[in-house]
């Protein structure tokens, strides 16, 4: 036997005794009280999860898995995208629970798993031909489903009638039947990988084969076609299919609060769960994987326009500014509290630091306060902040975190800006391209940093981004700039585009 072949054994050994271990939940249960437990299962998801299930379910079935199963239920021809964040379960409630559950409503099932490639979906396919070879509560209620001769890798038929089926994606779709029967349940699993999202030509072919050849397949009155992926990339194939059938249904669910990080499967994950997951891989790589927020590449301001340095002393800058965007409400959906602090060095400007979160006026006060107690004796900051139509609420907040932390941060009020937002964080563009913009190295790994550097990186013509740090950073840069000492020659260096200069001698 193959390596691989053993391989393949073993895996699926252990699942066949991960089935097992669901057991039956009443060996003493009448017939009466069997056939009135399948009937609530039939219409209770989160009763059928606990029945058949229980080696799956470590946690309560939350309500996005119910919510998600009755939307297919009750559309015979459902298309859309299951856009859960990582680690809430969507390959077992798509690739499990689900095509079960409808086949123990009676529904006819003839269900075909999609995955990256045929051997990944022939591995994806086995988890729930093992539940109904090997489950316990299943072959209590059911009866033997063991079909010799129709039992193999990637294709299955059980005793009652479940067809199971293995593809890989863009593989020929000629075989895609069993005798009359057509495909009716149509699961696409985790096929976004990492290299085809850096290939727009093979996400549009992809889509094209999910439209011309996959979809078609299924001819009879009941039609479903589910993609299940969290979204971390700007562009996938899901995206895609949204945008050209608006039609199709984009069930997102996030991982957490990104502000108060509290889970939305509580009955699973602890209230600090994925505060400790931020901490551990950053909130760009958290969002992405978790909340179907992606790391957007830009397309006027660009990764490698960041430079990075040692900084000089503090004390050897000749301003140093930090400029607070106020957001007041602290929600998920709200702006960011955006404070970037700039400093200005011969004809550099510097990013020392930066608060960027969805927090309370509070929490970026707090931030400013502690920020000032740190510093050296010698160095101040100038605090800037821009005027709200609620400057009454700020003001308040002010006093109260300057009387907590004993501190006076001497903050300026300024008036809104003229010209148009965009026009004006477009400014910046030359600075970065210049080569006169400098971020402290120390930010590389600082959540906040990489929260604002990926806002600028975000906007573009039409952006519907967040922009609440670039909006702050420029204007920071923009007090900065009215320090610049130009005598010297500098000023037509620095219109022409000067060489970078060693700050390692400063």
């Given amino acids: 036997m193959r390596r691989n072949d053993k391989i393949a054994l073993e895996r699926y050994r252990k699942k066949l005794e991960l089935a097992r271990s669901a057991g039956v939940r009443n060996p003493f249960e009448s017939n009466k009280e069997k056939c009135e437990a399948i009937e609530l299962c039939k219409v209770d998801f989160g009763a059928m999860v606990r029945r058949y299930f229980p080696h799956y379910a470590d946690a309560d079935t939350p309500d996005f898995h119910i919510d998600f199963a009755s939307k297919v239920r009750k559309n015979q021809t459902f298309k859309g995208m299951c856009v859960f964040g990582r680690a809430l379960a969507k390959s077992v409630l798509n690739n499990i629970l689900i095509p079960f559950w409808l086949w123990m409503r009676e529904e006819p099932v003839y269900f075909v798993l999609i995955g990256n490639n045929f051997d990944r979906a022939k591995q994806l396919l086995e988890d729930i031909r093992a539940e109904f070879e090997a489950n316990p509560q299943i072959i209590a209620d059911f009866g033997e489903q063991f079909n010799p001769g129709n039992w193999e890798e990637g294709f299955f038929i059980t005793k009652g009638g479940f067809i199971g089926q293995a593809l890989g994606m863009s593989q020929s779709v000629r075989g895609l039947r069993v005798k009359n029967k057509r495909p009716t349940h149509i699961v696409s699993d985790d096929t976004e990988t ?7 030509k093979r996400m549009n072919e992809n889509v094209r084969w999910i439209e011309r050849d996959l979809i078609p397949t299924m001819d009879g009155p ?10 971390s990339a700007p562009v996938m194939m899901m995206t ?41 891989i950053g909130t760009l790589a958290a969002n992405a994987e978790y909340n179907n927020k992606p790391h957007v590449e830009g397309s006027i301001f660009k990764d490698d326009e960041f430079q990075w340095g040692k900084m000089p002393r503090l004390n050897h800058f000749k301003i140093i500014v930090g400029f607070w965007d106020v957001a007041y409400a602290g929600t998920p ?23 960027c979160k969805q927090s309370k006026m509070r929490a970026a006060l707090e931030w400013m306060a502690n920020f000032q107690l740190n510093l050296p004796p010698t160095v101040i900051v100038h605090w800037y902040f ?24 001497n903050l300026i009020k300024t008036d809104n800006p003229k010209g148009g937002k965009y026009d004006r964080i477009l400014r910046l563009q030359a600075y970065y391209q210049n080569g006169r913009m400098y971020t402290n190295e120390d930010l590389k790994s600082n959540n906040d940093t990489q929260v604002g550097h990926t806002q600028l990186l975000g906007i573009e013509p039409g952006y519907k981004s967040h922009d609440d740090w670039p909006d702050a950073w420029q204007q920071c840069v923009n007090i900065l700039e009215k320090y610049i000492d130009y005598t010297g020659g500098s000023k037509n260096k620095i219109l022409q585009g000067r060489m970078k200069p060693n700050h390692e001698r400063i």
């Fill in 194 to 200: 990492k290299d085809l999202l850096k290939n727009p």
């Fill in 222 to 231: 009941i039609r479903r076609y589910i993609h299940v992926n969290n979204r």
């Fill in 240 to 280: 895609i299919l949204r945008d050209k059938h608006p039609d199709w249904k984009w069930c997102q669910v996030n991982a957490y609060n990104p502000v108060t990080f509290e889970p939305r499967w509580k009955s699973k994950y602890s209230a600090d769960y994925y505060r400790e997951v931020e901490m551990e």
């Fill in 333 to 355: 959906t709200a702006d960011y509290n955006a404070i970037p602090v700039g400093g200005l060095k011969g004809t550099d400007f510097w990013n020392i630091a930066n608060f």
């Fill in 386 to 409: 821009e005027s709200q139509f609620w400057n009454d609420e700020v003001q308040r907040t002010i006093e109260e975190v300057e009387k907590d932390f004993k501190v006076n941060l």
